[in-house]
């Protein structure tokens, strides 16, 4: 099995979606953003707050290089909001596996991250217009980005790794044949 690479707007699902699928397929879950954490050994808003968005980048960059390099036996890997903004990121992904979008609506999403604190991209812009901007922005990117994309809204995290796997089990035999 090729990893699986799951790209979208932050809330929309990618980590706890994520997990699901990992234990529905019987593969590794990785995040990216918490291998960030591990390496850099510091939470993603104080990188963000001491070293910019940038240096955050190119920590992201080194980390799918490191998949790309190591991770050959098939996972399920939960990316950052921000992924697939680096054209690098993207070939990297698609050299090792799949990139499956996620998708969910701006008001779903806010909804959903309202009441957090680590997400420095949403300072000052907590609303539901405020995601819209941003989300509208990145949209370009993961749709360019996406081989598979699935929706969010209103279902569990269960039915969203029910419907990728079965998304991908529907493109990999038609690929076969």
């Keep these: 099995m090729k990893n699986i690479y799951l790209i979208g707007f932050m809330g929309c699902g990618k980590t706890s979606s994520g997990k699901k699928l990992s234990k529905l397929l019987k593969v590794p879950f990785l995040d990216t953003d918490q291998m960030i954490v591990a390496q850099a050994g510091k939470k993603i808003p ?3 707050l001491e070293e910019g968005e940038e240096a955050f980048r190119r920590r992201e960059t080194e980390v799918f290089r490191k998949l790309a390099e190591e991770q050959k ?3 399920v890997i939960s990316c950052g909001g921000g992924a697939a903004l680096r054209e690098e990121n993207v070939a990297l992904m698609k ?3 799949l990139v499956v979008m996620l998708t969910a609506s701006s008001k779903t999403i806010y909804n959903r991250v309202k009441g957090g604190h680590n997400r420095p991209l949403l300072e000052g812009r907590m609303s539901v217009e405020g995601i819209e901007e941003l989300m509208q922005g990145r949209l370009p990117f993961y749709e360019k980005a996406a081989d598979l994309k699935i929706p969010t809204d209103r279902l569990r995290c269960i039915q ?4 990728i796997a079965k998304a991908v089990k529907t493109r990999e035999s038609r690929l076969d044949s």
């Design 160 to 163: 969203v790794a029910k419907n």
């Design 73 to 75: 036996e098939g996972a």
């Design 95 to 97: 050299q090792g596996g």
């Design 46 to 48: 104080d990188i963000f």
